[in-house]
T-cell receptor, first 114, second 113 residues
């Protein structure tokens, strides 16, 4: 069965520092990978997605993610975090074999300290 | 585009009452999803539709939950009777088949007392 693991429940970084949020997946197919962000009281917003091709994907708000098939990972990165990046981040996995159905990780809450 | 529109934003109801949550997907999107989010269980897929037809309802917790999509622009999730453990944020999302990335609504925060 497909699953997504986000090992870090909470992460705190200083404003201006770099960020990496981890995501590992277990999928019996070629995966499609996504990162979403959720601000308090809001729905989830798509940051970026990977289907195929270049394994380094650029997204909105200065985020990027790298797909590493050998490690079954799709980690999210940002070189310099802003206070407005404080939110909860979700990794999600899908595959054509499973239709449009996505499986979401448990989320990582990012705190930014000034 | 107004995005995915959910109503109401907040709902407080008494145990045993019927609750109906509403969703208007983005025009042209042929998939619609209902998710429930709680602290304990995270995001759970309840049911999803393709071209108004329910495809997978294996996540619906029990018979008290039902969902319909009478046309491409409207879906409802109904809980009857409601129980305190149904308290959660319910999200609707829609997508086009070729894009896979979902667009989420702002959610309905349901509190059953």
């Amino acid at each position: 069965a497909q699953s997504v693991t986000q090992p870090d429940i909470h992460i705190t970084v200083s404003e201006g520092a770099s960020l990496e949020l981890r995501c590992n997946y277990s999928y019996g197919a070629t995966p499609y990978l996504f990162w979403y962000v959720q601000s308090p009281g809001q729905g989830l917003q798509l940051l970026l997605k990977y289907f195929s091709g270049d394994t380094l994907v650029q997204g909105i708000k200065g985020f990027e993610a790298e797909f590493k098939r050998s490690q079954s990972s799709f980690n999210l990165r940002k070189p310099s975090v802003h206070w407005s990046d404080a939110a909860e981040y979700f990794c999600a996995v899908g595959a054509m074999e499973y239709g449009n159905k996505l499986v979401f990780g448990a989320g990582t809450i990012l705190r930014v300290k000034s | 585009d107004a995005g995915v529109i959910q109503s109401p934003r907040h709902e407080v109801t008494e145990m045993g009452q019927e609750v109906t949550l509403r969703c208007k997907p983005i025009s042209g999107h042929d998939y619609l999803f209902w998710y429930r989010q709680t602290m304990m269980r995270g995001l759970e897929l309840l049911i999803y539709f393709n071209n108004n037809v329910p495809i997978d309802d294996s996540g619906m917790p029990e018979d008290r939950f039902s969902a319909k999509m009478p046309n491409a622009s409207f879906s409802t999730l109904k809980i009857q009777p409601s129980e305190p453990r149904d308290s959660a944020v319910y999200f609707c999302a829609s997508s086009r088949q070729e894009s896979y990335g979902y667009t989420f609504g702002s959610g309905t925060r349901l509190t059953v007392v």
